[in-house]
């Protein structure tokens, strides 16, 4: 009896320190296990690179007066260069003067203009290379049909405009440092007339609109050949022909373009045989006249 019994003790010690050591001891699958190492992150995607610039990314900025874009000149011209060239023509048309001073400032590419004296300077002060002649029309003194300074007789600008005023009849100037004002500035100062009064008006403004306030003050101006023609106005043709009328236009290549490839490639389009062309076709078709005479030559 006492046997039996330290049989079983002993059997049951064994099964307790069995126990214990199963539950202290890791199985080897579990001490052996491998962890799986955590996957790469794909690399970050690089951003694509910026397309190279071609022909149609590319634009200049053409300064000019407003007669080319109000005549609608250069809506017959560049479209087609465009075609021709792949490059995109920005068109700033204000004054002459302010044309001129965007060159000066070197926020164009080119200059289309109409003041001889001006851009003769623009090119002598080293702002502006490669001057060519490119078109010319002519200059009118128009006003109301009645003409109640009597100027339609008179063969000189000169002439007109003094009797303009003496009798001191209503008239419209640019008052824009224009190529168009430049030339009436000139025409008074020919005359030895300083022009001041009520009945002399400055508008401040483009041809198309100084035209159209001197259409409804039945009043006098100095206007581009081809701007009137393409306005329906009441006002007439008074006088014209005289030489100091003649409008030459002049385009310039600004010296300090940072494309003057392409700037340059504008002016061989205008002064081309292309150009020429057109510049010579524009008008005909609507007014039985071409508004402008191609003439294109280096200076």
């Not at 023509?89 to 000066?104: H, N, P, S």
């Not at 049909?145 to 002439?159: E, L, N, T, W």
């Not at 009064?197 to 159209?212: A, F, K, P």
Request: charged residues 25%; glycine residues 8%; proline residues 5%.
């Amino acid at each position: 009896m006492k046997v039996a019994r330290t049989v079983s003790s002993f059997f049951l010690l064994s099964l307790v320190l069995l126990l214990a050591a199963c539950s202290s001891t890791p199985s080897l699958s579990t001490a052996t296990q491998q962890v799986p190492a955590p996957e790469a992150s794909p690399p970050a995607s690089q951003p694509a690179p910026a397309p190279a610039p071609s022909a149609e990314n590319k634009e200049i900025v053409l300064a000019t007066t407003t007669s080319t874009q109000d005549s609608g000149l250069l809506d017959a011209l560049l479209p087609e260069f465009q075609k021709q060239s792949g490059i995109t023509v920005k068109v700033i048309a204000v004054g002459t003067g302010q044309a001129i001073k965007l060159g000066e400032e070197g926020n164009s590419d080119v200059l289309l203009v109409h003041s001889r004296k001006a851009e003769e300077e623009f090119v002598t002060k080293g702002f502006g290379i490669n001057a060519y002649d490119v078109m010319y029309n002519q200059f009118y003194i128009v006003g109301p049909a009645d003409d109640p300074a009597g100027i339609k007789d008179v063969q000189s600008a000169k002439d007109a405009m003094s009797r303009i005023a003496e009798k001191q009849a209503s008239f419209v100037s640019r008052g824009d440092d224009s190529g168009t004002d430049k030339k009436e500035k000139s025409i008074w100062s020919e005359a030895q007339i300083k022009p001041e009064g009520s009945w002399y008006i400055s508008s401040g403004q483009g041809m198309g609109e100084t035209l159209q306030m001197a259409d409804e003050k039945r009043a006098y101006t100095l206007t581009d050949e081809a701007t009137f023609l393409s306005r329906k106005l009441n006002l007439e043709v008074l006088v014209q022909g005289d030489k100091s009328l003649l409008n030459p236009y002049g385009i310039i290549q600004v010296k300090s373009s940072t494309k003057p490839e392409e700037g340059m490639q504008l002016i061989q389009f205008f002064t081309g045989e292309i150009g020429q062309k057109l510049i010579g076709e524009f008008g005909k078709e609507t007014y039985g006249k071409g508004l402008f005479v191609p003439d294109a030559k280096k200076r």
